[in-house]
């Protein structure tokens, strides 16, 4: 261990000249620390984003309780660094390493970096260069990491195929220890990384690029793919595995709390929804698992507020049981419980009072869309009067703060509905001076956020072009000239980050070339403005000989191979192109659970409670 005591050495004299130092220094509560030389195999999760953001992640959480179960694994953690740390480490020879050993990544078996969304992408290079890996994965022989990569991002996995060596695709809790295994068994053996590859490649949801074929037309579509991977599901999600043991920063995280997943996959249907149909069906867990997973956790944690997570917590079943189960436990340890991914249209007093049980904060709601129109071709299923009744209800009980989310540049949208976004907000303006002043809460304001669509992968929506850049800014200034109050607040995404996020959602391989042309010129960490740079990405697409506008801007024939068709999601090509059609007609598609559409997602046998007969 003479290399970790060298870099520890190291990073003493550094971490003093940085800002927030916890960033880098591990040792947090919680954290696993084993030893190094009495362990098999060693797996480094990799975040490619800054600590606060990567520590707020559910799913490296899950993983890393999972794999450090087992005496004979170590998992540890790495993230993206910040520049002025970034300096200091090029400075000082100090390569990228990992929190809880100190180990440089490069000696490790497995790094496996999470995909959470396109704009971490180029941060993914960064953090192989800074741990002296290879990019390119037919450039790293034996002697160096397996890479991994995995996350909603993987069911398009094609634009990052020149670097990964494998993804997994789908839900992780049973896979990663068959691929451990099956590592273990090839370090075991002596067997090369092909052969490790090869071998993988055999298990369900389990994406080798190097081993599938891509054929391309002349005019830069996809003719032909050689294989089709199938995602993993966890079927049984009340049983599985759940950490409780939480690693605890030093320094504050994006999601600083207790966050209990009580149902995976949703009913809805949304149109414009890719979390919506790649984690069906919808599977929900015991409240009375949930309630004694809350306790567990903040016995060794001490956070003093608990997240119930899903996409539509709402939809759970059991909410009235799970609140009444935490209700003492949460007052008596002065708890807050937060509800977030309320539905606005079954938003009801049940729900009200557990927001209200410690304190009383904004309320947040996603109408998505203006106009009922478009709500129809988005498939929302609520209705304006739905809308105000519930921000009526709300007022009445003393909310006075409120968060709407909206979409720009959808389907078959027209200034019209753009414009129907602020005579929408204008009505829930005037709702709350109707309420009489002595039920309305105080310091009354709308905050509206505003953000570009950006047509995903195994959505209705796949073969949508995406709003140009002109015409993005274009909608943005009639909201910006029509939305104006002293107690609205109106937030937009920036335009030139959602092209590219939509340029490499909808990418494939030749992309690669593009985000080499990137890193070289320094692109890293875009999600965060005082790093992103729009000019370079335009002038390493240009370098590459790509036109961006190919994968974002062009409407996609019905017939057309898509690149991301090398993941099957569970549900049928058929089922989207009639959900595509039934938007065109301005028709809604019922919720799951009151009629099967027939997606294809009942191929899953599931033995948790599902509900919605997918």
Not at 290 to 301: H, P, V
Not at 345 to 353: P, R
Not at 376 to 389: A, C, R, V
């Amino acid at each position: 261990m003479a290399q970790t005591k060298n870099l520890e050495s190291k990073l003493d004299e550094i971490l003093c000249e940085v800002l927030r130092p916890a960033r880098y220094a591990g040792g947090e509560y919680n954290s696993v620390v084993k030893d190094w030389d009495k362990t098999d195999l060693h797996f480094t999760f990799c975040f490619p984003d800054l600590y606060e953001i990567g520590m707020s992640h559910l799913g490296i959480k899950i993983l890393y309780d999972i794999l450090n179960h087992r005496e004979d694994i170590w998992a540890e953690r790495a993230f993206m660094v910040a520049q002025d740390m970034e300096d200091l480490m090029k400075e000082k020879g100090i390569p990228l390493y990992s929190l809880e050993s100190k180990m440089p990544l490069k000696a490790h078996d497995v790094i496996g970096f999470t995909l959470q969304y396109e704009l971490s992408y180029s941060s993914i290079l960064s953090m192989l260069s800074l741990a002296e890996i290879p990019l390119l994965s037919a450039e790293r022989d034996n002697t160096f990491p397996l890479v991994c990569a995995g996350g909603p991002c993987a069911f398009n996995p094609e634009p990052l195929a020149d670097f990964i060596d494998f993804f997994m695709i789908g839900e992780g809790e049973d896979v990663i220890l068959l691929v451990s295994d099956i590592i273990l068994e090839g370090k075991k053996q002596g067997w090369t990384k092909a052969q490790i590859l090869a071998k993988l490649s055999e298990l369900q949801g389990v994406y080798v690029p190097s081993l599938v074929e891509v054929e391309y037309h002349p005019d830069g579509t996809v003719k032909s793919i050689s294989k089709t991977v199938e995602k993993t599901v966890v079927t049984d999600l009340s049983n599985a595995v759940f950490p409780t043991k939480l690693v605890v920063p030093f320094t504050e995280a994006v999601h600083d709390r207790i966050t209990l997943e009580v149902m995976r996959g949703c009913m809805r249907g949304c149109r414009f929804c890719q979390a919506g149909y790649i984690y069906r069906p919808k599977r929900e867990k015991d409240a009375d698992k949930l309630s004694e997973l809350a306790k567990l956790s903040f016995c060794s944690t001490g956070y003093e507020e608990i997240s119930l997570s899903s996409l539509s917590t709402s939809d759970y079943l059991q909410l009235k049981e799970l609140k009444a189960k935490l209700n003492s436990f949460t007052k008596e340890n002065m708890i807050n419980l937060a509800l977030p991914s309320l539905r606005i249209d079954n938003f009801h007093e049940e729900a009200l009072e557990s927001l209200s049980e410690v304190r009383k904060s904004s309320l947040t709601f996603a109408p998505e869309a203006g106009t009922q129109r478009m709500r129809d071709i988005i498939n929302k299923n609520i209705s304006e009067e739905t809308i105000l009744n519930t921000m009526q209800f709300a007022y009445e009980n003393g909310w006075s703060t409120v968060k709407l989310y909206f979409m720009i540049g959808l389907p078959f949208e027209t200034d019209e509905d753009v414009l129907g976004i602020c005579e929408l907000v204008k009505k829930i303006e005037d709702i709350y001076y109707s309420v009489p002043k002595e039920k309305r809460g105080k310091r009354f304001g709308i905050t509206v956020s505003v953000s570009t669509f950006v047509p995903k992968p195994h959505t209705p929506f796949q073969w949508a072009p995406q709003d140009s850049f002109d015409t993005i800014l274009r909608k943005q200034n009639l909201l910006k000239e029509n939305l104006r109050s002293k107690h609205i607040r109106l937030n937009w995404h920036d335009a030139e980050t959602s092209v590219l996020e939509g340029a490499f959602s909808r990418g494939d391989r030749k992309l690669g070339q593009v985000l080499l042309e990137a890193h070289k010129l320094g692109c890293k960490l875009d999600g965060w403005n005082e790093y992103f740079s729009f000019e370079k990405w335009q002038k390493a697409f240009r370098n590459a000989g790509v036109d961006m506008t190919f994968y974002n801007e062009r409407e996609r024939s019905l017939d057309e191979v898509l690149p991301w068709e090398i993941v099957s999601c569970g549900v049928t090509k058929e089922f989207f192109k009639r959900e595509l059609a039934a938007a065109k007609e301005v028709l809604t598609t019922p919720n799951c659970r009151d009629k099967c559409a027939g997606c294809g997602a009942n191929r899953y046998q599931c033995n948790s409670v599902c509900h919605n007969r997918i």
